[in-house]
């Protein structure tokens, strides 16, 4: 089993939909859970930090986090074309002092008019 | 604020030939330190990662190797490069504790 876990997509939307994207991982001792946006060619860009189980809403994305479930999502409302982008889920794991991050392959998100 | 410079942005490189990968930080002291890999349509990849000068802990056994000289100055060489080293490497940073790691634009490497 991969330590994160994402569908590839790509997931299509109608622009103004709500747009979910989901990620699985298989670490219970995880703390601390991460969104990415990457646009095809540039580096990842830090969207959204969840640390408790419930839901963190900023601006049009809200972030939920189910760690009995392993499972946390991301909304994204009123998508717009400029949210057509890869969305990485990322999970850290304390170890030995460091801070490391374990990312999902992405879901390709496309936003069409 | 925080900012983070890598560079070159694009690099061609030949087989065998070697690799040099700069990145720094300003804004922020004693940062943990990162370097990721990203190859075409993957995942990212963790290959390094360093908690503080001089220390560095290696994720995948490969031809690269990592380096940081100063607090906030992480390198990433290789004395010969394979085809297999091609992607986009990544540099990040983070504080200590849960926090979220930050990416430098990237360099994208060819190797021919």
């Known amino acids: 089993q991969k330590e994160v876990e994402q569908n590839s997509g790509p997931l299509s939307v109608p622009e103004g939909a709500i747009a979910s994207l989901n990620c699985t991982y298989s670490?219970?001792?995880?703390?601390?859970f991460f969104w990415y946006r990457q646009y095809s060619g540039k580096s990842p860009e830090l969207i959204m930090s969840?640390?408790?189980?419930g839901d963190k809403e900023d601006g049009r994305f809200t972030a939920q986090l189910n760690k009995a479930s392993q499972y946390v999502s991301l909304l994204i409302r009123d998508s717009q074309p400029s949210d057509s982008a890869t969305y990485l889920c990322?999970?850290?794991?304390?170890?030995?002092?460091?801070?490391?991050?374990?990312f999902g392959t992405g879901t390709q998100l496309k936003v069409e008019l | 604020s925080q900012t983070i410079h890598q560079w070159p942005a694009t690099l061609v490189q030949p087989v065998g030939s070697p690799l040099s990968l700069e990145c720094t930080v300003e804004g922020t002291s004693n940062p943990n330190l990162y370097w990721y890999r990203q190859a075409a349509g993957r995942g990212l990849q963790l290959l390094f990662y360093s908690v503080g000068i001089g220390q560095i802990s290696s994720e995948v056994p490969q031809n690269l190797s990592a380096s940081r000289p100063q607090d906030r100055q992480f390198i990433l060489s290789s004395k010969k490069l394979l085809l297999s080293d091609s992607g986009f490497y990544l540099c990040?940073?983070?504080?200590?504790?849960?926090?979220?790691?930050?990416f430098g634009n990237g360099t994208r490497l060819t190797v021919t």
């Open positions: 969840i640390y408790s189980n």
């Open positions: 990322a999970v850290n794991l304390l170890t030995g002092g460091g801070n490391k991050l374990t």
């Open positions: 670490d219970r001792g995880s703390q601390s």
């Open positions: 990040a940073w983070s504080v200590i504790g849960t926090s979220p790691l930050h």
